[in-house]
DNA sequence: TCCAGTGATGAGACTTGGTCCCATCACCGT
DNA sequence: ACGGTGATGGGACCAAGTCTCATCACTGGA
């Protein structure tokens, strides 16, 4: 038996999106979100540092995408890893299961300009966690840092379509995405 | 003679600046902003949304690059038409004169969070705007997302350099990590 | 010359985000 | 039974941001 209700972070996570939805994220008060979640705006900034940071907590993408890259084989040609990274992130981070809470979590952000200056600077992280990790394998500098952005437009292409089409595995759409890119390239 | 001081945004601004280098910004409230400015919190609050975009106001950058895709040759192909908006840039945005302004705000901006937020998010306008623009051209979608990304890529290098090297001049700064980037993506 | 209109500013009350400090509570091990 | 520990609650406090109303300086017409 918990001392307390646990998963104090999720509980306010969950919360927070209700209401958010519900009524807006500037008609929701910290207060509102706590007193859902059955505790206080103390408890409320003791787990997350600021009213945006409780819808974009959780996420671990950046280590995921990074370990992944690390990960491939010294053979990879930098788009290749690349590419096995968004095959983690949709293993493990886009799973079917999380397309519905991906899409109301979207559709809130895209309603707020304050959420979307903290969900742009997690974009810019992304990318930089991609960065370094294609140059600790040796790939230039200028190099590196195109194949991240390449992979990131072509993940911010997969998740669009993997929020808007219910039947599409992520990693599948994140693939097709990429080829796409690349053909690109070549016009 | 004109009723009061006149150009308030730019003193306001300038005040912002100086006192955000001066002791950081989370030290600085907007009053002391105003009060440097000779103005009160009531105006600072009239001319700017919040005390963010005291930093950001100015910016016409967005509008500029546009303009200059959407007045490239028909016949140029979309990096030439993003190579042109780069040269615009530097010839309307990133003067010579703006350097070292330029580079004690981009100081004032890396050293708080809460200002990489919203200059991230404008990055994302920018290029947002590229990419409209360059699909007004009847560029299909996602080859004016690569060109429209590769560019913006090329503009953080060039803009990094710029402002780390007294002597050189945007435009070219531009050319030549633009001339990087393709030359990256054969690899 | 006088006076009403206009537009920018000042003043201050008010709500909310965010910080801080301290008290409290529930459980743990001894 | 008892003190330690860690999460929570409570409330004071400051700054950001909103809102409303008053004021001020100049303009243009009677």
């Known amino acids: 038996m918990a001392r307390w209700e646990p998963n104090a972070p999720e509980r306010l996570s ?5 209401l958010f939805a519900e009524r807006g994220y500037e008609n929701t008060t910290v207060i509102d979100i706590a007193r859902r979640a059955g505790l206080t705006k103390s408890t409320f900034f003791r787990h997350f540092q600021d009213k945006r940071e409780v819808l974009f907590g959780g996420s671990t993408l950046a280590g995921l995408l990074a370990g992944a890259i690390a990960a491939a084989p010294a053979t990879a040609t930098p788009i290749e890893a690349v590419t096995q990274a968004m095959d983690a992130a949709g293993r493990k981070a886009f ?10 979590r979207r559709s809130v952000i895209a309603a707020h300009a304050e959420l979307q200056e903290r969900d742009a600077l997690k974009g810019l992280a992304l990318t ?4 370094d990790a294609l140059r600790e394998r040796g790939v230039p500098d200028v190099t590196a840092r195109v194949a991240a952005e390449l992979g990131a437009l072509a993940m911010k292409i997969a998740y669009e379509r993997w929020i808007a ?17 690349r053909a690109a390239i070549a016009s």
């Open 14 to 18: 969950k919360a927070a999106l209700e």
């Open 95 to 104: 799973t079917p299961d999380r397309r519905e809470f991906s899409a109301l």
């Open 128 to 131: 930089a966690a991609m960065t």
């Open 165 to 181: 089409a219910a039947a599409e595995d992520f990693g599948e759409a994140a693939r097709r995405a990429l080829d796409e890119v």
